[in-house]
Every structure is written in structure tokens, then in C-alpha cells.
């Protein structure tokens, strides 16, 4: 007749070392990781909007273009894909989808502008 060998099993469940799992998630982008990577993005400005930029003289210093990057990504995230973002000195049309400026102009031109095909409104 066969024997069978019945394994004794700990009383005690075992306790995983911390190490293990920091090295699981050492592999995985963190949260901090993403925040970072998207607050570096910056906007891309189409040809026909940087000629406004220029034709009409607007004056964006860095950090109004990264705050209107910031508001843009954000308003991405919340199902935005075309605001229209209001500026002390312009207005801008931008398609969140491609993360591109469409068009630009001054904000004394948007007084008696009609704007369509937006979805959202940034204000600044």
C-alpha cells in the first residue's frame, strides 16, 4: 500500500517583508511621477495662431504660458477638448486634443466676437 506524508503548515501566517513590495511598485510610475510629466508639457502653437501672436503684437510672458498649459490639461482631464481661454491681454482658441493654440487675438477684439465650436471657458 501506498503512504501518503501529511506536511505539517505553521500555526502562524507568514508576514511579508516590506521590501517586496517597494520593489513592485519601484517598476510603476508614481502619482508625483505623472503630476511632474504633465506640468512640463507645454502647449504647441499653430502656425496661424503664432502669426496673430505677432501680427498683433501679444505679449505672453512664460509663466502665463504655463499657467494657461496647466488650466488647458486640466480642463482636458475634466472632458474639455476646445476652450476658449480669456487673458488680461488676449484670447486664445485651443484644442486640447492636440495641445495646440489654434488662433489668438487681443482682448479688445473679443468685445463683439461671436465664438464657436468651443466647449469650455478658461478664465484667467
Known amino acids: 500500500m501506498n503512504r501518503f506524508s501529511i506536511q505539517h503548515l ?6 511579508q517583508t516590506q521590501k517586496k513590495s517597494t520593489a513592485i511598485t519601484q517598476g510603476n510610475p508614481t502619482f508625483v511621477d505623472h503630476l511632474h510629466e504633465v506640468s512640463s508639457k ?15 503684437k501679444i505679449s505672453i510672458s512664460d509663466q502665463e504660458w504655463q499657467q494657461v498649459s496647466d488650466k488647458v490639461y486640466e480642463a482636458r482631464s475634466k472632458g474639455v477638448n476646445q ?18 493654440v489654434i ?21 484667467l
Do not use: C, W, Y
Open 42 to 56: 507645454k502647449l504647441k502653437i499653430s502656425k496661424h495662431a503664432n502669426d496673430r501672436i505677432l501680427e498683433r
Open 10 to 15: 505553521p500555526l502562524q501566517p507568514t508576514v
Open 103 to 123: 488662433t489668438a487675438m487681443e482682448r479688445s477684439e473679443t468685445k463683439n466676437q461671436l465664438f464657436t465650436n468651443i466647449d469650455g471657458t478658461i478664465v
Open 83 to 100: 476652450p476658449l481661454v480669456l487673458m488680461d491681454q488676449a484670447a486664445l482658441i485651443v484644442s486640447a486634443k492636440n495641445e495646440t
